[in-house]
Structures are given as structure tokens and as C-alpha cells.
């Protein structure tokens, strides 16, 4: 009896790895993500996103920021008063992910930020948010996972290790010795 039941026990398990195995290996799925799909999320109640406008040259004083959803549908907007500060009322109900773009009154480069956390209510609005969100955009949408892999990717590394935990050698002759 103790050897038909081991027996069984075999069988049932290399049927389950058989069925593990098949269904991994056919290929059918979606490809996995090293991040977890995000659930739907969306503004419970009013809420108002605020924060700065720049670019390349300093902070923008005029112009208009526009909050979209991803088809480009405007949801409110705001104008720069005299400051590169905005203030946004979002309203209750509003479905993540939104677009925070600002439009230059004189020609210029439109900018944009990308909303996808609802706990969050300050985005300063830069070239680099700009380039983040349309990374993220490229890389399949506006996802935690993919703004993040496009922010580490517009990091820059130095040619060269210039910080003391980088050092190999002696102190008194790179940068010029002891002060």
C-alpha cells in the first residue's frame, strides 16, 4: 500500500511540473514586467496640483498649463500670472493618468508633466519632465515602472570618478594636496 501511494504522489507532482512547464513555455502570455501593473487610480476628491514652470533659460512667467487626460482631453487649466508658479484645481472623480502641460504665449516649447500618483499634488513642469514623459510614453505609457526607467535613463555619469570614495592613490598630490 505505502508503495502505491508514493507512487501516486510521483505521478500527481510530475504531472503538475508538466503542466507548469507547458504553460510557461508556450508562449502565450504576456511578456512579464519587472514591475507590477498598476491599478487604476483616480482623484477621490478635488484636489489642487501645484508648482513651477521653467526652462532651459529660468523660470517661465506667462503662459498657460492645462491638465489632460492621455487622448488629450482638458480637464482644467490655469494661467501664469506674472510668476512661474501654477496652482490647478483637479476635480473629484479625475482618472489617472493626467498631463500637465504648459503652452508659452510667444512661441517656445510646449512642456510637460506626467500625474500618475494621486497622493502627489506638487509637479514642477521642466525640459526634463518633459523628456521623462515622453520616455515613459515611448516605452508603452504612463506607468510608475516606465517613468521610472526613463528618469534613470536621462541620468548622466561622470567620464571620470572625482569623488574622494572613487580615490585610489595619494591624497596629497590629487587635488593638490592637503588644505
Not at 529660468?58 to 498649463?65: D, E, L, R, Y
Not at 500625474?115 to 515611448?138: E, F, M, N, Q, W
Amino acid at each position: 500500500m505505502r508503495t502505491n501511494s508514493f507512487s501516486l504522489h510521483r505521478g500527481v507532482l510530475a504531472a503538475s511540473l508538466l503542466a507548469l512547464i507547458t504553460a510557461a513555455g508556450c508562449g502565450n502570455e504576456a511578456p512579464k514586467s519587472a514591475f507590477p501593473q498598476q491599478t487604476a487610480r483616480k482623484y477621490e476628491q478635488a484636489v489642487t496640483l501645484e508648482g513651477s514652470v521653467s526652462d532651459n533659460k529660468g523660470p517661465i512667467k506667462t503662459g498657460n498649463v492645462k491638465v489632460s487626460d492621455e487622448k488629450g482631453a482638458v480637464i482644467a487649466e490655469t494661467a501664469l500670472q506674472d510668476s512661474e508658479h501654477y496652482r490647478v484645481q483637479v476635480p473629484a472623480g479625475t482618472a489617472l493618468p493626467i498631463l500637465l502641460t504648459f503652452y508659452p504665449v510667444a512661441g517656445g516649447e510646449q512642456l510637460v508633466t506626467a500625474v500618475i500618483h494621486p497622493t502627489v499634488t506638487k509637479y514642477d513642469i521642466t525640459p526634463l519632465s518633459t523628456a521623462i514623459a515622453k520616455k515613459a510614453r515611448a516605452l508603452g505609457g504612463y506607468t510608475h515602472g516606465n517613468l521610472l526607467v526613463a528618469a534613470e535613463s536621462m541620468g548622466t555619469v561622470p567620464e571620470a570618478n572625482k569623488t574622494t570614495a572613487g580615490f585610489r592613490g595619494d591624497p596629497t598630490t590629487q587635488y593638490g594636496g592637503w588644505h
